[in-house]
């Protein structure tokens, strides 16, 4: 789901209370999350441009936000992973959604296995819950207080939380043993929605999400001041051989998330480091540089971007989207379909944005297309967008699928390193 976010709940900063989970006492370790394709949800046949424009229509925001959502219309199809099998050597499967729109991974919660999407630009854990009325939960998998002999309730605790296109959820806190990739965190503080925003009921295949930004974007509250909880990263994260997790996600729709290690097999050279400015919370860096094709071009007064791997797109400042489209024939801006659209045939050159001062990532042009936008497959919208002046610079999936990024939460830097060729 869309991450680029605005936090409800703006607090007078007194208390930064973090509490203290428990991580399961595990030796120094590095465990993995990979992902499939889950050929299933592509046999479906769903219009394809239907649903390009239902997802675009959720573009149109309220507050000039451009609101990327991975979400709902690829992947909304009723269809339920089935493959949760986790085991002791720290691996889970997982799902991508249609169009590899939405990554899933299947996480345990007190017994509970559900399908969370995970999401390095929001610090929430939060999942569909028995809470909910029925009719939003139809197709989804719900967590179950009442069944989870290890759920403590944390009174008073609430959470609300609202993302860039107007989607959000809100609840209830308590903390239970939370799994990923065989590894546990004894009590994780665990968000249960109960109310959802219709986007989210919309989108099946995703029952939660797992917030992999800075702990300090993190929603809970008393109703009075913020009472930030921790993130499933930050509370594993010593235990880890080191203090990282990689996304690796293919155009295919295959990849890993890894935790507590770099696979240096997946990307070329050496990693390129570059430091975070956390500040904001989110994984955010400088990128006042970009190219189209070998032509490089300074731009002084570029918005900061960040990594976020809830978003689909690669959404850059929009002067930055027009100089891209204006190489590529044919392309235009499409009110109505909401973005920049181009033949399908066209030529379309490499893109590449800065990381910091030291470090262009480079999307080839054969990886920029988003979508069709029509059912013959003869207009495409592209997985580079504009951000309509949102003042922040949102480098998602499109970008993931081209470049390794390991997130370092020792040094607070991010590495970067060029995938392979596509075969
Ligand atoms: C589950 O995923 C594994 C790969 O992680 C695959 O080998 C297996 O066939 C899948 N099982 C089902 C029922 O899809
Ligand atoms: C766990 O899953 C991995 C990857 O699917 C497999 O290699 C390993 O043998 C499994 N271990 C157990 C104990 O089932
Ligand atoms: C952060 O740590 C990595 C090793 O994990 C190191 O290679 C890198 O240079 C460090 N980056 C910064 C900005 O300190
Ligand atoms: C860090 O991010 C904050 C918030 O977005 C911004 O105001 C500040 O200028 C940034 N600092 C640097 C050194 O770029
Ligand atoms: C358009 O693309 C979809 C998905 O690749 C495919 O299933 C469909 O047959 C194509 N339609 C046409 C008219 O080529």
Redesign the pocket.
């Known amino acids: 789901m869309a991450t680029f976010r605005i936090i409800f709940f703006v607090t007078l900063l007194a208390a930064l209370v973090l509490a203290a989970p428990t991580p399961a006492r595990i030796k120094k370790r590095s465990f993995k999350v990979p992902r499939y394709i889950n050929t299933p949800v592509h046999a479906r046949g769903l219009d394809g441009g239907a649903a390009v424009r239902k997802v675009f229509n959720k573009y149109n925001l309220k507050g000039g936000f451009i609101a990327l959502e991975k979400t709902g219309t690829f992947t909304g199809l009723g269809i339920k992973a089935t493959n949760a099998s986790s085991n002791g050597t720290g691996t889970v499967a997982a799902n991508p959604g249609e169009n590899a729109a939405l990554f899933l991974s299947p996480v345990d919660i007190g017994g509970q296995t559900l399908n969370l999407d995970f999401d390095s630009g929001s610090s929430d854990l939060w999942v569909f819950s028995s809470d909910l009325p029925v009719q939003s939960t139809t197709g989804h998998g719900v967590y179950d207080k009442t069944k989870s002999a290890s759920f403590k309730e944390m009174t008073g605790a609430k959470f609300q939380i609202s993302y860039g296109d107007g989607s959000g959820a809100a609840g209830t806190v308590g903390t239970d043993a939370v799994t990923i990739g065989g590894v546990t965190v004894q009590n994780q503080a665990v968000e249960l929605a109960n109310a959802v925003s219709r986007s989210f009921v919309q989108d099946t295949n995703t029952d939660g999400l797992v917030g992999l930004a800075f702990s300090k974007l993190n929603t809970v509250n008393d109703g009075t001041k913020k009472i930030p909880q921790k993130t499933f990263f930050d509370n594993v994260m010593g235990d880890l051989d ?1 203090p ?1 997790f990689t996304a690796d996600l293919d155009p295919d729709g295959t990849g890993v998330y890894e935790f507590g290690k770099i696979d240096a097999t997946k990307f070329q050279g050496d ?1 390129a ?3 975070v400015n956390a500040s904001s919370g989110f994984w955010q860096f400088p990128s006042a540089k970009f190219a189209v094709g070998d032509q490089i071009v300074d731009n002084p007064t570029a918005s900061q971007a960040i990594a976020d791997t809830g978003t689909s797109l690669l959404l850059v400042d929009q002067q930055v989207a027009e100089a891209y489209y204006s190489k590529v024939q044919g392309a235009q801006l499409s009110a109505q379909v909401g973005g920049f659209i181009y033949p399908c045939n066209a030529q379309l050159p490499d893109m590449s944005v800065a990381i910091g001062d030291s470090y262009m990532a480079k999307i080839p042009g054969s990886q920029i297309t988003f979508a069709t936008v029509d059912e013959a497959n003869t207009t495409c919208f592209g997985g580079v967008q504009g951000n309509s002046g949102a003042g922040l610079q949102i480098y998602g999936d499109t970008m993931f699928k081209a470049q390794f990024v390991a997130f ?1 939460g ?2 607070q ?1 991010l ?1 970067f390193g060029e995938k392979p060729p596509v075969a």
Do not use: E
């Open positions: 080191l990282v990693m480091w570059i430091p370092n020792g040094n830097s590495g």
